[in-house]
T-cell receptor, first 110, second 113 residues
Framework: GQNIDQPTEMTATEGAIVQINCTYQTSGFNGLFWYQQHAGEAPTFLSYNVLDGLEEKGRFSSFLSRSKGYSYLLLKELQMKDSASYLC???????????FGQGTELSVKP | DTGVSQNPRHKITKRGQNVTFRCDPISEHNRLYWYRQTLGQGPEFLTYFQNEAQLEKSRLLSDRFSAERPKGSFSTLEIQRTEQGDSAMYLCAILHRENEKLFFGSGTQLSVL
């Protein structure tokens, strides 16, 4: 299978920076997605990385290393509304489906 | 707006009953997916369609589950003889044709009593 691993939960302080890591199996790998999901709602798209490197989009950035099977999501200037689950998902050659990790529950505290 | 509409938002049913969920893609897309998500877990892949063709089904999709996509437009997911373990959020998603990114509908929360 294509195990997607990410920490179960993290806690950070308002205004700080937090990095959420994700590892995946590299065989047949295509690209890496990050989604944000608030309780009781559907996942919302944050980023999509295919090439190595860092992609920045406002307060959120996503990094990919294809050779290491590693990605991270970086959240800057944390706000209380950033408290949510962050889902890492990978696509592979054998189909267009996304394989999701279990999600990282981020709690932002004052 | 993600370009995907799902109905109903919530569904409560008794064990043994049949339920059907509907997904209406609005935006131009290549593929339509169904996922299931339980509390504290990431979405689990169920099946996907390219136009009206169902190209892949997960082993999670037992004989009680069936998905259709007549004419390659809207899709339905039916669960027959529901069990309490079927309680979950059922998510529909589309792969946008232009940017190859996956966007989800608001989901249908199923509770089987």
């Amino acid at each position: 299978g294509q195990n997607i691993d990410q920490p179960t939960e993290m806690t950070a302080t308002e205004g700080a920076i937090v990095q959420i890591n994700c590892t995946y199996q590299t065989s047949g790998f295509n690209g890496l997605f990050w989604y944000q999901q608030h309780a009781g709602e559907a996942p919302t798209f944050l980023s999509y990385n295919v090439l190595d490197g860092l992609e920045e989009k406002g307060r959120f950035s996503s990094f990919l290393s294809r050779s290491k099977g590693y990605s991270y999501l970086l959240l800057k200037e944390l706000q209380m509304k950033d408290s949510a689950s962050y889902l890492c998902a990978a696509t592979y050659n054998q189909g267009g489906k996304l394989i999701f990790g279990q999600g990282t529950e981020l709690s932002v505290k004052p | 707006d993600t370009g995907v509409s799902q109905n109903p938002r919530h569904k409560i049913t008794k064990r043994g009953q049949n339920v059907t969920f509907r997904c209406d893609p609005i935006s131009e897309h290549n593929r339509l997916y169904w996922y299931r998500q339980t509390l504290g877990q990431g979405p689990e892949f169920l099946t996907y369609f390219q136009n009206e063709a169902q190209l892949e089904k997960s082993r999670l999709l037992s004989d009680r589950f069936s998905a259709e996509r007549p004419k390659g437009s809207f899709s339905t997911l039916e669960i027959q003889r529901t069990e309490q373990g079927d309680s979950a959020m059922y998510l529909c998603a589309i792969l946008h044709r232009e940017n190859e990114k996956l966007f989800f509908g608001s989901g249908t929360q199923l509770s089987v009593l």
